[in-house]
């Protein structure tokens, strides 16, 4: 079993203006697909925030997974993908990738997402728009890949030959 950690990155979240709404869900998500959701949190669309609570849960080593849910869009304060690049070891392309694929089968409006994926040290981080719908739809299209990636990562036994849907 993986463990993960779940961001929201939302000002009026923060605030106690809006009930999070994408962080629960993702949180339900990773729990139904046979992860422990160990920490949770919110923070406001403030880079060195978000490069703080990332870079503290990523160096804790007490998860494999790190998801973060908003800032990933066009408006001037969202800064959560240039927060996770700042802090990553190592970036995975692929995963942003698959995931605005995926989305552009539902909207066009996918391709607007600036969401970002990466590692540091053992851990990795993805970016998910902050929109329930969109969290759910980019998480689902990535989330059974992850599981190989967190194996070698951990330096686990991954079977690299073995074909996946």
Known sequence: MFKAAVVTVSDRSFRGERPDGGGPLVAEILKNAGYEVTRTAIVPDEQPQIQQILTEIADSGAVDLLVTTGGT?????DVTPEATIAVCDRLTPGIPEAMRYASMQVT???MLSRAAAGIRKGTLIVNLPGSPKAARENLEAVLPALAHGLEMLSGRPADCAKLTD
């Open 73 to 77: 869009g066009f408006a001037p304060r």
């Open 108 to 110: 066009n409006r996918a």
